[in-house]
């Protein structure tokens, strides 16, 4: 291509017959996501069929065809967005970003008719005003499409129906066409929810770090909205995360909806018949169980989740043996410092006391929490809620006492 990617076409012999069919083109994507869930990423999409698959800070690029770029956007679930990278040159003004932008021919991608709408990140960058590059790089497109159709597409900043991301480090310009629209983790199932919970592909990352897997009880004794039961629910039922939504790659023109009909049918038929999961949810506050009561209805995991309204200090293992995965509230609904000095050490008498020969996972952004539990974690996990730096705590909870583990962090950091 002419700006600067290669397409790279490789031909697959059915059967290992040597009879040659037609080329397979592979493009290059990136996909974003929670930072610290870049390794399970990079596992999940070459499950999902995606070559030269590598973690990068804040994400995972890979190559692949349609096929799996659809695979992605349908099935992921921890990445945030499914991008389709169009250009990647070195650059040093913005007269050299309008340049490699207008060169590209949107038009063989979407229509006119279509709305637009410009996102710009940067790394690095030298030039002063990411406004401003935003500002060309709409420029250029809408140049673009008025020289060929004498028309240009819309700017819509709220529900635009094709979203373009610029990247700037400190030599290269890049730009990807957003094949997911709405960001992968809006899901479609959470209804509502009182406070700012985490993200759902957070959720699912967090539950593919600990080891989780389904048929193993699960517990979150503070489950607020239910976010981390409505992904263990989606992953025991092997439901396609995006089954229920729709994606911005359909309104491309290359968009193969013979082939995505034929994904989703398959995606449907590996589904598991709906019955009752070891999954059990609690929560010490009825307005909030009665959020994750709503959330599980809506989804059709009512029948599947145990729910019960308890104060985590007072509840029993539901099972001898288990996960228990949980974002404590803090702050707002526990109160300041003090309260806070006085529950962590409450919390952990109980796991002590109460879920022996259990596996404990606390994500937290408190830092009070992993010094005042007075439990030793067995492993720390740095990750970010967004901007938030957290940790994902392991206690490994033996019978007859707490083993002694060495206390040890993923990035061999000090806290």
């Known amino acids: 291509m002419a700006y600067g990617l290669k397409n790279e076409p490789c031909c697959r012999s059915p059967g290992g017959t040597g009879n040659a069919i037609a080329a397979v083109t592979l493009h290059y994507f990136f996909a974003p996501c929670p930072r610290g869930l870049e390794s399970v990423l990079v596992t999940e999409l070459e499950q999902l069929g995606a070559s030269s698959v590598r973690g990068r800070d804040g994400g995972v690029q890979f190559q692949g065809d349609w096929r799996i770029c659809y695979r992605a956007n349908l099935e992921s679930r921890i990445a945030s967005r499914v991008l389709w990278q169009v250009a990647s040159q070195p650059y040093a003004s913005e007269t050299d970003v309008y340049r490699i932008a207008r060169a590209l021919p949107w038009i063989e991608w979407f229509a006119p008719a279509l709305t637009i709408r410009v996102n710009v990140a940067a790394i ?39 979203r373009i991301h610029g990247f700037l480090d400190a030599q290269k310009f890049s730009l990807y066409l957003d ?43 503070m489950c607020g909205s239910g976010t981390f039961l409505l992904e263990a629910a989606q992953i025991s039922l092997n439901i396609a995360p995006g089954a229920g939504r729709s994606f911005a790659f359909e309104k491309l023109k290359k968009f193969d909806e013979k082939l995505w009909v034929q994904l989703k049918d398959a995606a449907t038929a590996r589904q598991k018949p709906v019955v009752r999961q070891p999954l059990f949810g609690s929560d010490l506050y009825g307005d909030v169980l009665a959020d994750a009561r709503a959330n599980l209805s809506a989804a059709g995991f009512s029948e599947i989740v145990t729910l019960k309204q308890a104060n985590v200090l007072e509840i029993s293992a539901p099972t001898p043996m288990g996960f228990l995965v949980t974002n404590p509230p803090y702050g707002v609904r526990l109160g300041e410092s003090e309260r806070l000095l006085e529950f962590y050490p409450k919390l952990g008498d109980v796991l002590k006391k109460k879920f022996s020969g259990w596996n404990a996972y606390i994500f937290t952004a408190d830092p009070l929490l992993p010094k005042c539990i007075r439990l030793t974690a067995s492993r720390r996990t740095p990750l970010f809620n967004g901007a938030l730096e957290c940790r994902l705590l392991e206690y490994k909870m033996v019978a007859g006492g707490m083993r002694r583990v060495r206390e040890t962090d993923t990035t061999h950091q000090t806290d």
């Not at 990411?130 to 709409?138: A, G, P, Q």
């Not at 420029?139 to 008025?146: I, L, S």
């Not at 957070?202 to 600990?210: S, V």
């Open 179 to 221: 094949t997911s629209g709405d960001a992968l983790f809006k899901r479609g199932l959470r209804k509502t929810s009182r406070d700012a919970p985490i993200r759902e592909n957070l959720a699912a990352g967090i539950l593919n770090l600990t080891g989780w897997q389904p048929g193993v009880p699960l517990l979150d004794p």
């Open 124 to 162: 690095k960058c030298p030039l002063r005003s990411l406004d401003f590059v935003t500002l060309k790089i709409k420029d250029a497109v809408c140049d673009k499409f008025r020289e060929i159709t004498g028309g240009r597409p819309s700017v819509d900043t709220v529900r635009p129906d094709i």
